[in-house]
Nanobody, 116 residues
């Protein structure tokens, strides 16, 4: 089993920055891809960014150039650096891992609120 614990959410003004962290524990060797999704009220959960075990990254068009995903395998942690935040970035952000078995695990979510 893999457990995920997120931190780093909060309230920030538009144009500000936040860094989210997600620490994985348990069967770490089974983790392939790590990433972040977000869900705003009344909307579906969408991909924000993800990073493979080899370091390849994918970003949603809406965050390209503003957000950076990184991964510290020694600390079993994935980060999401969010710069130039906009009110439309307000959502609950969820850490996600894809295991080599093709199963997924989700964190509990952390709220990010951007005020205008």
């Amino acid at each position: 089993q893999v457990q995920l614990v997120e931190s780093g959410g909060g309230l920030v003004q538009a144009g500000g920055s936040l860094r989210l962290s997600c620490v994985a524990s348990g069967s770490i060797s089974s983790i392939n891809r790590m990433g972040w999704y977000r869900q705003a009220p009344g909307k579906q959960r969408d991909l924000v960014a993800r990073i493979t075990s080899g370091g390849s990254t994918t970003y949603a068009d809406s965050v390209q150039g503003r957000f950076t995903i990184s991964r510290d395998n020694a600390k079993n942690t994935v980060y999401l650096q969010m710069n130039n935040l906009k009110p439309e970035d307000t959502a609950v952000y969820y850490c996600n891992v894809l295991l080599f078995s093709l199963r997924e695990r989700w964190g509990q979510g952390t709220q990010v609120t951007v005020s205008s």
